[in-house]
């Protein structure tokens, strides 16, 4: 089976740095991926990392290792819309198409 | 572009009552489709994926007879709960992906379903 274990809740201010961690146990394991998803919504794409490494995508980056089995969203410059669910995946294959299995969330709140 | 629609966005029905629940990929084709549900304040569970022309293939535990899912076209997949009872009362949420081996899986907005 699968496992993923993030923090359930986090707390920063405004322009604040944060580092949601992310670790991992599976099997045919092919990237890792992060997702957000504001309370009522549905879940929007972040990040995605294949491979070793930090991927940066403007305020937000993205680091996994493979070896650890771990990885984490780094959010920069934090503004209050970034409060919100932040949901690490491990991708899975599935016949043509990857499979996703979703940690259970991190409850990101900016504070003023 | 890859966006995915979902319809209706809210359903309120009587228990006993089938809902059918429509994901579209709007400008794109979806090879595979991916259905999930999510209970307040968790995580989003798979339910079963669809790929277009073949039967769905269900996680452990989801009932193929209740939650039947039907990808008809590689734009449209729908997913009905038969006699639904209050606690299938949740988020439902479709996501597509065009299965060429990207990563990302583009998500319907969501419908959330109330059974009384």
């Known amino acids: 089976g699968q496992s993923l274990e993030q923090p359930s809740e986090v707390t920063a201010v405004e322009g604040a740095i944060v580092q949601i961690n992310c670790t991992y146990q599976t099997s045919g394991f092919y990237g890792l991926s992060w997702y957000q998803q504001h309370d009522g919504g549905a879940p929007t794409f972040l990040s995605y990392?294949?491979?070793?490494g930090l991927e940066e995508t403007g305020r937000f980056s993205s680091f996994l290792s493979r070896s650890d089995s771990y990885g984490y969203l780094l959010l920069q410059e934090l503004q209050m819309k970034d409060s919100a669910s932040y949901f690490c995946?491990?991708?899975?294959?599935?016949?043509?198409?990857?499979?996703?299995?979703f940690g259970s969330g991190t409850q990101l709140t900016v504070l003023p | 572009g890859a966006v995915v629609s979902q319809h209706p966005s809210r359903v309120i029905c009587k228990s006993g009552t089938s809902v059918k629940i429509e994901c579209r990929s709007l400008d794109f084709q979806a090879t595979t489709m991916f259905w999930y549900r999510q209970f307040p304040k968790q995580s989003l569970m798979l339910m079963a994926t669809s790929n277009e022309g073949s039967k769905a293939t269900y996680e452990q535990g989801v009932e193929k007879d209740k939650f039947l899912i039907n990808h008809a076209s590689l734009t449209l997949s729908t997913l009905t709960v038969t006699s639904a009872h209050p606690e299938d009362s949740s988020f439902y949420i479709c996501s597509a992906s065009t299965g060429t081996g990207g990563e990302t899986q583009y998500f319907g907005p969501g419908t959330r379903l109330l059974v009384l």
């Open positions: 995946a491990v991708s899975l294959f599935s016949g043509s198409a990857r499979q996703l299995t």
């Open positions: 990392n294949a491979l070793d």
